[in-house]
C-alpha cells in the first residue's frame, strides 16, 4: 500500500501512523547524511501528510455540516451572523443609538465592541467562503 493510499484509507490511525513513520525518517535525515533521493521521498511524504490532513479535517467539516442538531451544524454560520451584527453594531448601529438618544436629551453610552477580534474572525471566514467559490469556478467538486 502506498503512502497515500494508507493516509487516506486509514482514517485518523493511518494519519498517525503516517505521520509517526515521517518523523522516524526526518530524525534519521537530520541525524546522517541523506542521498537527493530520499530527500525528495521525504518532502513527497511531507505533501501528502499535509493533504492527509486537510482531508480528515474537510470530512470532520463535512460530517458536522450534516448533523441535524443545529449546535453542531450551525456554528459556523452562528458566528458569520454574530461577527455581522457585532460589526454593523459597532459601525453604523452605534452611531444611530448615539444620534436618537441625544435627540431624546438622555446621555446613555452604548457598548463599544472589540473589533479586531471580530474582524480577524470575519475576514478568516470569508477566506474559506473565497477559497470554495474559486474551487467551484474551477470545477472542483465536494465529496460526500
Given at each position: 500500500?502506498?503512502?497515500?493510499?494508507?493516509?487516506?484509507?486509514?482514517?485518523?490511525?493511518?494519519?498517525?501512523?503516517?505521520?509517526?513513520?515521517?518523523?522516524?525518517?526526518?530524525?534519521?535525515?537530520?541525524?546522517?547524511?541523506?542521498?537527493?533521493?530520499?530527500?525528495?521521498?521525504?518532502?513527497?511524504?511531507?505533501?501528502?501528510?499535509?493533504?492527509?490532513?486537510?482531508?480528515?479535517?474537510?470530512?470532520?467539516?463535512?460530517?458536522?455540516?450534516?448533523?441535524?442538531n443545529?449546535?453542531?451544524?450551525?456554528?459556523?454560520?452562528?458566528?458569520?451572523?454574530?461577527?455581522?451584527?457585532?460589526?454593523?453594531?459597532?459601525?453604523?448601529?452605534?452611531?444611530?443609538?448615539?444620534w436618537?438618544?441625544?435627540?431624546?436629551?438622555?446621555?446613555?453610552?452604548?457598548?463599544?465592541?472589540?473589533?479586531?477580534?471580530?474582524?480577524?474572525?470575519?475576514?478568516?471566514?470569508?477566506?474559506?467562503?473565497?477559497?470554495?467559490?474559486?474551487?467551484?469556478?474551477?470545477g472542483?467538486?465536494?465529496?460526500?
Amino acid at each position: 500500500m502506498g503512502f497515500l493510499a494508507e493516509i487516506t484509507s486509514g482514517g485518523v490511525s493511518g494519519l498517525l501512523n503516517s505521520i509517526g513513520n515521517f518523523a522516524k525518517d526526518v530524525r534519521q535525515a537530520i541525524t546522517g547524511e541523506i542521498s537527493a533521493e530520499k530527500k525528495a521521498e521525504l518532502e513527497q511524504k511531507a505533501m501528502e501528510l499535509e493533504f492527509g490532513m486537510m482531508k480528515a479535517q474537510t470530512d470532520i467539516n463535512l460530517e458536522e455540516a450534516k448533523n441535524p442538531n443545529l449546535f453542531v451544524s450551525g456554528w459556523r454560520p452562528f458566528i458569520g451572523w454574530m461577527c455581522g451584527v457585532s460589526l454593523w453594531w459597532q459601525f453604523m448601529g452605534n452611531s444611530i443609538f448615539e444620534w436618537i438618544v441625544k435627540l431624546l436629551g438622555k446621555d446613555i453610552k452604548p457598548p463599544v465592541l472589540n473589533t479586531e477580534g471580530l474582524i480577524t474572525i470575519l475576514l478568516a471566514l470569508l477566506g474559506l467562503g473565497t477559497m470554495r467559490m474559486v474551487e467551484k469556478v474551477r470545477g472542483v467538486q465536494q465529496n460526500h
